[in-house]
């Protein structure tokens, strides 16, 4: 059962562009919402995040909107750069609990 | 200041072999959690330990078990090795106890291989 879904397996973007990575959910338990970046040979490093009470929040580049009543998250990055080259995973939480669900990953590429 | 550590960084095993992956959380942190992410997957939560304890366990068999030390440090071990076991296992630590909303940080992995 894939409670943490990432549809798409890889995006290609131009440098500049806005990159738009999207994620889905199941259970509306998860109350807290989590974005981690993975280079090849390197643990996840968290990126930004967002609780069920927000519907937007903004880390410079990154912007994470989350869209409760259609149990859709999604993340902005703009401008787009060749270092965010990398796989990118959402991942969700319950209250009171450290566990994260973790979607798939989206394997975004950014073209020069 | 150093983060999470790993090691080994690879290993290679027999199926029907143990193995003991260990960690080493950042410092400041109480609380680790190990995690199995298969090629291809996202990570998927193994087990959480927090004051010596195992604290919150995902669906992985009796096989995987694991331990805290008095140093925070902590231990995964396999036993029964299967080839399906072959995974990347990441160690994420973190601060302020099992239910706090402070955000992991992951070591880079053990890569193990099953043959």
């Known amino acids: 059962d894939q409670q943490v879904k990432q549809n798409s397996p890889s995006l290609s973007v131009q440098e500049g562009r806005i990159s738009i990575l999207n994620c889905d959910y199941t259970n509306s338990m998860f109350d807290y919402f989590l974005w981690y970046k993975k280079y090849p040979a390197e643990g996840p490093t968290f990126l930004i995040s967002i609780s069920s009470i927000k519907d937007k929040n903004e880390d410079g580049r990154f912007t994470v909107f989350l869209n409760k009543s259609a149990k859709h998250l999604s993340l902005h990055i703009v401008p787009s750069q060749p270092g965010d080259s990398a796989v990118y995973f959402c991942a969700a939480k319950k209250e009171g609990a450290q566990k994260l669900v973790f979607g798939q990953g989206t394997r975004l590429t950014i073209n020069p | 200041d150093a983060g999470v550590t790993q090691s080994p960084t690879h290993l290679i095993k027999t199926r029907g072999q143990q193995v003991t992956l260990r960690c080493s959380p950042k410092?400041?942190?109480?609380?680790v959690s190990w995690y199995q992410q298969a090629l291809g997957q996202g990570p998927q939560f193994i087990f959480q330990?927090?004051?010596?304890?195992?604290?919150q366990r995902g669906n992985f068999p009796d096989r995987f078990s694991g331990h805290q030390f008095p140093n925070y440090s902590s231990e995964l071990n396999v036993n029964a090795l299967l080839l399906g076991d072959s995974a990347l296992y990441l160690c994420?630590?973190?601060?302020?106890?099992?239910?706090?909303?402070?955000?992991?940080?992951f070591g880079s992995g053990t890569r193990l291989t099953v043959v």
């Open positions: 410092s400041g942190h109480d609380t």
């Open positions: 994420a630590s973190s601060g302020g106890g099992p239910t706090s909303n402070y955000g992991y940080t």
């Open positions: 330990y927090y004051e010596e304890e195992e604290r």
